[in-house]
């Protein structure tokens, strides 16, 4: 079973930065696709970044030029850099492991001050 967790979620003004962690558990992640997805209260849950086990990355229109998706293997953990941060990034954050299944981790807050 693998179980994944989130840190560095917290409170930020607009414009600044945050830093979220993922880590696995188990030995699939350097085959998995790790995805970093967003709920804000009363939305559906979006993707906001993804990348594949050979590093190609995928981001959500809105935060393209903002956020950088990153993974390092050695550690089981997957990273998003978020830069500039608007007020409309407010939202949990939840961290996937895909292979044939997918794995959610719990989610962590990140909320932005106006």
């Known amino acids: 079973q693998v179980q994944l967790v989130e840190s560095g979620g917290g409170l930020v003004q607009a414009g600044g930065s945050l830093r979220l962690s993922c880590t696995a558990s188990?030995?699939?992640?350097?085959?998995?696709?790790m995805g970093w997805y967003r709920q804000a209260p009363g939305k559906q849950r979006e993707l906001v970044a993804s990348i594949t086990s050979g590093g190609s990355t995928n981001y959500a229109d809105s935060v393209k030029g903002r956020f950088g998706i990153s993974r390092d293997n050695a550690k089981n953990t997957v990273y998003l850099e978020m830069n500039s941060l608007k007020p409309e990034d407010t939202a949990v954050y939840y961290c996937?492991?895909?292979?044939?299944?997918?794995?959610w981790g719990q989610g962590t807050q990140v909320t932005v001050s106006s």
């Open positions: 996937v492991l895909s292979t044939i299944r997918h794995y």
């Open positions: 188990g030995s699939i992640f350097s085959f998995a696709i």
